[in-house]
């Protein structure tokens, strides 16, 4: 049974960083979440003063952030000592658990930058866990061709292939996929697993439902997504992954499961006690890291 289009969400614009605006579909009025995903950003244009003053160091704890690059130049560091090169076509998974402070910075200064980030919730057990960093370079993504079809498999599992990320908790599966005009994409799902089509350029449809450019369908019930490509193709991601099924408590940068642990997580931001632990790198696939320091200015939650 094809996955039918339960709810059609059109991406609302907000301002995040130091100023730049990014365009969120999960995390606003109309989808507060998908468990287990939090929030989805997509950000980044061709006008540098619209992305140059970047996101300056900021708080997280209680759950996973995972950023696609899809064109463009951004350094990250953090509390943990890590500093990651992202670059067009790499991805960066960061379990911030226990607590991360970390920034993001555009290292150009003109040219089209754009990618997304997405935020997937943490079990109550593994929140205040040790936190981690992977990433991984265009070239350690597998990418699947057949003709007009493209898939960049950043996780989970697709023509007998596995992407590089995989999180146990949720087994998510994110495919970047391209496709030419009129053609289909097939894939597999668990039927209680939610799921998620974002089209970012062209159009498409699945089943009955147009899904335009700019908008996120949320997928219902069934054992397979199916998106056919319109006529001037399209590419967009698909996300899918295993309900953790736990209360969600969020405010801003903290996600919890209860109001008390989120007004802890605040008085130990602001005590300079939210970093538990600098960890080690869990993983790194050609992504040339180094160490590195930040501080922290609270500013904004990206």
């Not at 696609?68 to 509390?79: A, I």
């Not at 350690?140 to 292939?161: F, K, M, T």
């Not at 019930?221 to 209360?247: N, T």
């Amino acid at each position: 049974m094809i996955r039918p289009v339960e709810k059609l969400v059109r991406a609302a614009e907000v301002t995040e960083g130091a100023g730049v605006a990014v365009h969120r579909t999960i995390g606003t009025p109309a989808l507060k979440n998908l468990d287990p995903f939090l929030m989805l950003d997509h950000f980044g244009g061709s006008d540098p003063d619209e992305y140059i003053a970047g996101f300056p160091p900021h708080p997280h704890r209680g759950f996973i952030t995972f950023t696609y690059m899809l064109d463009g130049h951004m350094e990250h560091q953090d509390s943990m000592g890590n500093r990651g090169d992202l670059r067009s076509g790499g991805a960066q998974w960061m379990k911030a658990a226990s607590g991360v402070i970390h920034s993001e910075m555009p290292k150009q200064t003109g040219g089209l930058m754009r990618g997304f980030q997405l935020w997937i919730n943490l079990p109550a057990a593994e929140k205040m866990s040790d936190p981690a960093y992977q990433e991984f370079s265009p070239q350690a993504i597998p990418e699947i061709e057949d003709g007009p079809v493209r898939v960049r498999l950043l996780s989970g599992r697709y023509a007998g292939r596995r992407g590089v990320i995989d999180d146990p908790n949720t087994d998510m599966h994110y495919l970047d996929v391209a496709l030419g005009p009129g053609n289909e994409f097939a894939l597999p799902l668990a039927g209680d697993y939610a799921a998620f089509v974002c089209v970012y350029e062209g159009g498409a449809a699945t089943g009955s439902s147009d899904l335009p450019q700019h908008s996120l369908a949320v997928l219902g019930e069934g054992d397979e997504i199916r998106v056919i490509a319109g006529p001037a193709g399209a590419r967009f991601i698909c996300v899918a992954g295993k309900p953790i099924g736990e209360e969600v408590v969020q405010y801003g940068p903290f996600v919890m499961n209860t109001r008390a642990e989120i007004e802890l997580a605040f008085r130990e931001y602001q005590s300079g006690q939210l970093v538990k632990k600098k960890a080690a790198m869990t993983g790194v696939r050609k992504g040339g890291l180094t160490t590195g320091d930040t501080g922290s200015t609270g500013k904004t939650y990206f």
